[in-house]
Structure formats: structure tokens, C-alpha cells
């Protein structure tokens, strides 16, 4: 997969095409935010982002602060995780949003369903609203948390390329489990402000939400 981010960034701008058609799945779903949605195969996220977008933004580069990979413990198969920003010159008009001639960061998460060594199914997530602000646009009011260009784990160990412990997984991924329930739990209740205490119970007091914009980031459970 990381072969496949290299040669996509390394490819001229109509050059794209063909490092997508190197994943030969004609039917492979590619689920976006709007106004891409849900696309399928190659040539339709071709046409639909990757062309129009190469075409906008000049010397792109892929800013990686995580990325893994494993088993899908809802689903079956093996799911490869990449989170970050592109960045690059917005030299040219893109999604009707007026070209800055400057440099430009797109926040993304990216999560590729990886079976046999192809691409059977995509989720792709970008902070246009994010990137609406960069350009000097405010669509949404003010958030109470802020937004910036985030930076990766304070640790610099995001970028996962080793097997990893099958315990401490497994310990790191019920934790998650939990942390969903809860807010799950919020969600059938109707409570719109979680209650402090009831962050704590899964999140750490110096915890850091990096959340999209419009919502903002923000450090510790108060706030």
C-alpha cells in the first residue's frame, strides 16, 4: 500500500490513471465525503478526484502521521489505515474554490480494504470545510475548539510498518470497543454535552481531540 501512495505522488498529473489501474478491480467501491460520495472503480475516482485534483494542486505530497495496518475485528479482511495531510501549491481552482497560488493542507484518513493483495474497498475522508477556511471562506461558524494543521503523535511512532504485539492489541483494541459503547450509549440517550466523568472512564485527563473543522481540536476532558 505504501508502494501505491509513492507512485501516486511520484506520478505526472495524468500519470495517476495508471498507477490506479494497477489495482485491477473494476467493481472496488471508493466511499467519499460529498461531493465525491460513492464511486466505483479506478476511472470513476480518476475522473472524479484524483484528476481534478492533480490538476489543481501542484507538487503534492503526502504528509503521513499514521499509518498502519490489520485484521477488521467487525468484518472479515485486512484494512490499511493512512491519516495526514496533502500538501502542495493550490495553483488552480478546485471544487469551485478559488486557487490561493500558495502552499495548501488538505487534512484525509484513508482506509483501503486490502484482500489478496488488491484494493477491494476504499473510505476517503478529507476536512474540505478545513480547507474552505485555508482559502479564507467561513461556511460554518465559529467552533469553540480550534483549527489548524494538526500535528502527528507527540511520540512520532504513527507510521507502523512491523508486526506489533497480539496482546497489546488486543488490550488496545477493547479499550476502543469500549470508548465506542459509551458514546453510543450518549448517542441513544439523546445527551448532546457528555458529562466529564463519563469521558474519564475510557480517556486519559491529558487527552487531545483533533477534531474536523467546524468542531476544532481541543486538550484535556474539561475541555
Known sequence: ????FDSIE??????VAEVLDLNPLPRASWKAVHPFNELVGPEQVHESFWGPFRASWRSVQ????IFFAGEN???????????????????QPWLDLPAT??????RYAEFNGVDGGQIVESGFFLDLIGLMEWVGLRPLPKATGQHFAYPGPRTHDGIVGLDQNPEETRRTHEVLERMIDDLNALNRFGEDRCPPE?????WHGD????GPAGIGANMTIPR
Request: net charge positive.
Open 1 to 4: 500500500m505504501q508502494r501505491n
Open 101 to 106: 497560488g500558495r502552499m495548501a493542507m488538505l
Open 207 to 210: 487527552m487531545i481531540c483533533y
Open 10 to 15: 511520484a506520478a505526472s498529473e495524468g500519470g
Open 62 to 65: 503526502r504528509r503521513q502521521d
Open 198 to 202: 463519563f469521558l474519564a472512564r475510557r
Open 73 to 91: 475485528h467487525v468484518g472479515d479482511g485486512v484494512w490499511v489505515v493512512s491519516m495526514g495531510h496533502f500538501m502542495g501549491l493550490f495553483d
